[in-house]
């Protein structure tokens, strides 16, 4: 008869080492528990020798950090990797009017710099919000809360694209212990200093919690490896750029031979992995930033890390969004800010901190189908950021073209306001 348990309470090693044991010892799980239970929490690996796969075990425990008080660039970096799980502040729904700034400079005018763009994205706040209440007025059967909540996140969705890239966030990581050390491995060799000493910190702390799944041996053809790609491929910073783009390798033919699964597939539902084996998608687009950041978190293929900076423009949705009077505040601004930007005597990978989050950047992101569809499909919908969603419509465009008979769940609508989004909170239960 099958047994089953649900064993949560103990430490990760201690877990990941009762998974390991049944490859190597016909013992019921119950077994291994009593002696963890007996020897203590963390001290039950310690007492093994693994003389195989030594990382694979480490595949097994897992941990959860919170890390606060880092810049947005940081938070992309951390985020930058196929396995990550967590969540971060919301500049959608979150006043960043107080959060601190990293100025790596640390100039008069590095400082103005800052000082310029956080004055304008707090000063504009009320007479945004009045020009929406305007533009979108309640109606009688939505909520008043609801609706002001929608109003605040519109405001803030406006405003975000002027915050610099430098202002500090949180975020959560969870993660197995072995994709910790394969991450921090090369983030110790990142460009930018605030990143390095970030991965620096995190592993110092779980080498002292997790010593048994932390004691790696530094090997020194492996650091000049990573040394290289992180100084050299960090960055995605083509010479040329295409507004938007989409290219694959699948085959209609061999597509349409699953065309009893297309069309069967209800809303919200994704295609099966195995179609993944059909071939990649490869989408290239400019795309502000702040939105990056949000396809960024569709991690079920390859989405390259962009250089922040001024030269692909500033994009015009935030601009359109404001008033006259604040719009011709904010184009004076951006042409202010550039000239000061450029002064700044830095590497580029520095400069990135003083970038308003409303400039473009170069995407690129591959995808097999299924995920394909699924990032296209979830970005079209109303409550998504507007100029992430005209992507996600684009891509939307690109494959009905290459695939006239690909089915998608796409939402099409052209009307962008949705008083919905005051309820996408997390509210105490009364």
């Not at 060799?189 to 080498?207: N, T």
Request: glycine residues 4%; hydrophobic residues 35%.
């Amino acid at each position: 008869m099958t047994k089953i348990f649900v064993y949560d309470e103990f430490n990760p090693e201690d877990s990941a080492m009762m998974q390991a044991l049944y490859s190597r010892s016909p013992e019921s799980v119950e077994v291994h528990a009593k002696k963890v239970k007996a020897s203590g929490s963390g001290k039950f690996m310690a007492k093994f020798y693994v003389g195989y796969g030594h990382m694979s075990i480490a595949d097994c425990g897992s941990t959860t950090l919170f890390i606060e008080g880092l810049s947005m660039l940081a938070d992309k970096a951390i985020q930058d990797w196929p396995l990550y799980s967590g969540q971060e502040t919301s500049t959608r729904y979150i006043n960043m009017s107080k959060q601190k700034i990293i100025d790596p400079i640390g100039t008069k005018n590095s400082k103005k710099i800052l000082d310029n763009w956080m004055k304008f994205y707090i000063g504009s706040q009320e007479e945004l919000k009045k020009h929406l209440r305007k533009k979108y007025p309640r109606k009688e059967n939505e909520d008043e809360k609801m609706y002001e909540k929608a109003i605040d996140a519109r405001a803030f969705d406006s405003l975000r694209g002027f915050l610099p890239a430098g202002i500090t966030t949180q975020l959560s990581w969870h993660t197995n212990l072995r994709q910790a050390w394969d991450k921090l491995a090369l983030m110790h060799h990142h460009p930018v200093p605030e990143i390095r000493e970030i991965a620096d910190d995190i592993l110092g702390k779980l080498k002292r919690k997790y010593a048994s799944s932390f004691s790696h041996p530094r090997i020194n053809e492996q650091e000049k490896y990573w040394e290289f790609l992180g100084k050299k491929y960090n960055y995605f910073d083509p010479e040329k750029v295409s507004k938007f783009s989409f290219e694959t390798s699948i085959k209609k033919s061999e597509l349409e031979k699953y065309q009893d699964i297309i069309n069967k597939r209800s809303a919200k539902t994704g295609l099966p992995h195995f179609m993944s084996e059909l071939g990649r998608t490869t989408f290239n687009f400019l795309l502000d930033f702040g939105s990056f950041r949000d396809i960024q978190r569709h991690r079920n293929g390859v989405c390259r890390m962009p250089l922040l900076t001024t030269k692909h423009g500033f994009h015009q949705w935030y601009l359109d969004q404001l008033p006259i009077n604040l719009r011709k505040q904010a184009e004076k601004l951006i042409i202010e800010q550039k000239k000061a930007i450029k002064k700044l005597k830095a590497k580029l990978e520095i400069i990135q901190y003083y970038v308003a989050m409303g400039f473009n950047v170069p995407c690129r992101v591959s995808y097999a189908l299924p995920a394909a569809l699924y990032v296209t499909e979830l970005r079209s919908n109303r409550t998504v950021h507007p100029t992430l969603r005209k992507i996600a419509h684009q891509m939307h465009s690109a494959f009905k073209k290459k695939f006239p008979k690909l089915k998608m769940q796409c939402d099409l609508s052209m009307d962008d306001w949705d008083a919905r989004r005051g309820l996408q909170d997390i509210t105490m239960k009364k």
